[in-house]
């Protein structure tokens, strides 16, 4: 079986981080990391906060791939992304292909 987790963070990075711990301590293979709150959504949509993401590649990056989502509409946007928070990809809706 391959375990794979899409988190959407809470509201306060470090309880995202302690909850991306305990899915690596549970086996899980893949994280796919939306770098928004549950309360983005609509006008409150708001930037991703891209930083928290890097800091979970740091913390569990050489235990498990790490995607990034979030704020990704562009091929510089993917670069962008990549560049800050070192994930090993990134998840994007449909406008990159546009």
């Known amino acids: 079986e391959d375990p794979r987790c899409h ?8 309880h995202s981080l302690d909850l991306y711990a305990k899915l690596v301590d549970a ?6 990391i939306h770098g928004r ?3 983005q959504k609509s006008r409150y949509t708001g930037s991703t906060d891209w930083e928290t ?5 740091e913390l569990f990056g050489a235990t498990i791939p790490i995607f990034a989502n979030g ?6 946007d993917v670069d962008e992304c990549l560049q800050i928070t070192k994930a090993d990809g990134i998840m994007s809706s449909e406008s990159v292909l546009e």
């Open 71 to 76: 704020s990704i509409g562009t091929y510089e």
């Open 27 to 32: 086996g899980i293979h893949l994280l796919t």
């Open 53 to 57: 993401i890097r800091k979970a590649v």
């Open 37 to 39: 709150t549950r309360h």
């Open 7 to 14: 988190s959407e963070k809470f509201d306060i990075p470090k």
